[in-house]
């Protein structure tokens, strides 16, 4: 079967949707797909990833990695130059790929999706899947990158109405994120639509793991304290604002809320740090994605963070990470998504609201205070991982629908 994948970031990228994207061309590959992967050169952290291998990828996979300026995500036009780049090489070089049976449209950069159709509309049979990790343009209204009811976004609107009509099949990440997509941009006949949730590696998480803990526990501003972890991007969609006031409430010099990552609200957390004095908030870098578990083993939890009107529009990935380790999770956003629904099915930790930093901080003096509610939270955390959000789980997902696709029409 041939698999084509397009996404602006790839490994050694520390973009999450690009290791989502390694990891199912990987497995696609190994059960004897020709895949071909279709990715930039540019970086989700400028500077953060190399543009080595260009043309090749490990010798199973067809890399195709595309030149983009690289200027990162800092404003608005930066942006733009690299998403247009992209999804203009994009689209020329799926063109001239021979007949693929499925292309995998990711949504890095947004419409995206554009490149997958037009290699169908020139290879009718050629099957297209939509795997949507932010829905678009409803998150560049959300955080006010264009006008709602606008111009561009009644513009934008239409080509996404149009895009997914040429789709066959669209993945979502959450039900509430499914519901936006269909209810928004389907037609009453196609595509349909399923939920396969992120994952993390079971290889990289086995059962039972015991190894060191990331050497920054170490520094003087964590050393003798229980950690809470934010791992990952820190954007648009995750205020930060019930975490300081947490922090400001808990401020006894024994708990830290550590933000190990990056993004368009680190400045905005490292002002609040500044301002109002939070020396139990400590901001670090990205790491490679395989110093992770060794940052997650060294954590009491885990916490993720959504607005509230992200609810359908992203889903935060942070969540698998803290469950592959058997951290308890603490989520603060809306009801509905996939860390609330996790946290309702499994018992794995505690679901609060925005605006509710005497529940967070509840919730952290809770899990450091009684080890018996933490160490029940973080098993739940592992069956949780074990049943529904590590590879072995989600890959067969993408197999049955693949087999459903290559079937005659």
């Not at 696609?28 to 500077?47: E, F, K, Q």
Request: glycine share 10%; proline share 6%; net charge negative.
């Amino acid at each position: 079967m041939r698999v084509a994948i397009v996404n602006l970031f790839y490994p050694p990228d520390v973009a999450a949707s690009g290791t989502f994207m390694a990891s199912l061309a990987a497995h696609r590959s190994s059960i004897g797909d020709d895949v071909t992967v279709v990715c930039g050169t540019g970086a989700y952290v400028r500077g953060a990833s190399s543009a080595a291998d260009a043309s090749s990828g490990d010798g199973s996979i067809r890399l195709l990695r595309l030149w983009t300026p690289g200027l990162g995500k800092t404003n608005t036009v930066r942006r733009l130059a690299d998403y247009l780049t992209f999804l203009a090489s994009a689209t020329v070089r799926l063109l001239a790929l021979p007949r693929q049976d499925v292309v995998v449209a990711m949504t890095s950069p947004p419409f995206v999706l554009l490149a997958a159709v037009a290699h169908r509309l020139v290879h009718p049979t050629t099957r297209v899947v939509f795997w949507c990790h932010d829905v678009y343009p409803d998150a560049a209204e959300e955080y006010g990158t264009i006008r709602r009811g606008g111009l561009a976004s009644r513009a934008l609107r239409r080509l996404q109405r149009w895009l997914v009509a040429h789709t066959d099949h669209v993945i979502a990440l959450d039900e509430a994120m499914l519901h936006r997509l269909l209810s928004e941009y389907a037609t009453s006949a196609r595509p349909a639509g399923s939920v396969i949730p992120n994952w993390e590696p079971l290889a990289m998480f086995p059962p039972e793991a015991d190894g060191e803990r990331w050497p920054g526990y170490d520094d003087d501003d964590l050393r003798d304290r229980d950690v809470v972890l934010y791992l990952g991007n820190l954007g648009y969609g995750h205020p930060v604002g019930t975490i300081a006031d947490a922090a400001e409430l808990l401020d006894d010099g024994s708990i830290s809320f550590l933000f190990v990552g990056g993004g368009i609200r680190y400045p905005e957390l490292a002002d609040a740090v500044r301002r109002r004095r939070l020396g139990d908030i400590v901001l670090r870098g990205y790491v490679p994605k395989e110093i992770t578990p060794s940052v997650l083993r060294g954590a009491l939890a885990v916490v993720v963070l959504l607005d509230d009107g992200s609810l359908g529009i992203m889903s935060p990935c942070k969540l698998h990470g803290g469950l592959a380790t058997g951290r308890p999770v603490i989520y603060v956003g809306p009801s509905g998504t996939n860390v609330d629904d996790a946290i309702e099915a499994y018992g794995c930790g505690f679901s609060l609201r925005q605006g509710d930093a005497a529940g967070l901080v509840d919730a952290v003096r809770r899990l450091r205070n009684d080890e018996e509610l933490r160490e029940e939270l973080g098993r739940n955390a592992r069956k949780a991982f074990d049943e529904a959000y590590s590879d072995a789980r989600t890959l067969p997902m993408f197999d049955a629908l693949f087999d459903r696709l290559r079937r005659p029409v």
